[in-house]
């Protein structure tokens, strides 16, 4: 089965810190994404990756950065934390450089970040 | 740009049939999927659905009417588990490739 894991599930910050959030997938993904999700608003895409060291910018990306310095592991770097970015955030993985066909992906559990 | 609709909320009977919408525009479809996501969980993948039809998976069923924008999921024989959101899904080549996600459905089913 794959797994997406996200190194923590629920964290208080406050405003202006640094918020680091871990993903790490085990099934050698190529493509790996960070959405936010908020009520009445649905996942909303942040940024994603197709490979080591690249990056592409979603729907969302202002206030937000990523890091892909291994395959296997996506990170989400909030440079400055503010209070309307509490939120729940979810990483996810999919197979192959291309998007098309069947490829779904897949989620890891969430990670609840509340900004106060 | 994208728009997915879907309803926010709907409630249904243990053991009855419940048939979820999802209406989409886009400028360059391919593929539609469904998710079912449990309160405090990662969505799981459902269905997918590229070319017109029904597909049938066990309890689950996804429809596609590309001509028309419209999918539905209908899910049979209810069972209290099913309790979930259900999230629509579209692929757009002209977006890359992206997943473009509706605001979810909420099913209640109650006893």
């Not at chain 2, 525009?25 to 469904?34: D, K, V």
Request: glycine share 10%; with cysteine; net charge neutral.
């Amino acid at each position: 089965d794959v797994k997406v894991t996200q190194s923590s599930r629920y964290l208080v910050k406050r405003t202006g810190e640094k918020v680091f959030l871990e993903c790490v997938q085990d099934m050698d993904h190529e493509n790996m994404f960070w959405y936010r999700q908020d009520p009445g608003l649905g996942l909303r895409l942040i940024y994603f990756s197709y490979d080591v060291k690249m990056k592409e910018k979603g729907d969302i990306p202002e206030g937000y950065s990523v890091s892909r310095e291994k395959k296997e592991r996506f990170s989400l770097i909030l440079e400055s934390a503010s209070t309307n970015q509490t939120s729940m955030y979810l990483c996810a993985s999919s197979l192959s450089g291309h998007l098309g066909g069947g490829n779904t992906i897949y989620f890891g559990e969430g990670s609840w970040l509340t900004v106060v | 740009g994208q728009n997915i609709d879907q309803p926010t909320e709907m409630t249904a009977t243990e053991g009855a049939i419940v048939q979820i919408n999802c209406t989409y525009q886009t400028s360059g479809f391919n593929g539609l999927f469904w998710y079912q996501q449990h309160a405090g969980e990662a969505p799981t993948f459902l269905s997918y659905n590229v070319l017109d039809g029904l597909e049938e998976k066990g309890r689950f069923s996804s429809f596609l009417s590309r001509s028309k924008g419209y999918s539905y999921l209908l899910l049979k024989e209810l069972q209290m588990k099913d309790s979930a959101s259900y999230l629509c899904a579209v692929r757009d080549r002209n977006a890359g490739n992206m997943l473009t996600f509706g605001g979810g459905t909420r099913l209640m089913v109650k006893p």
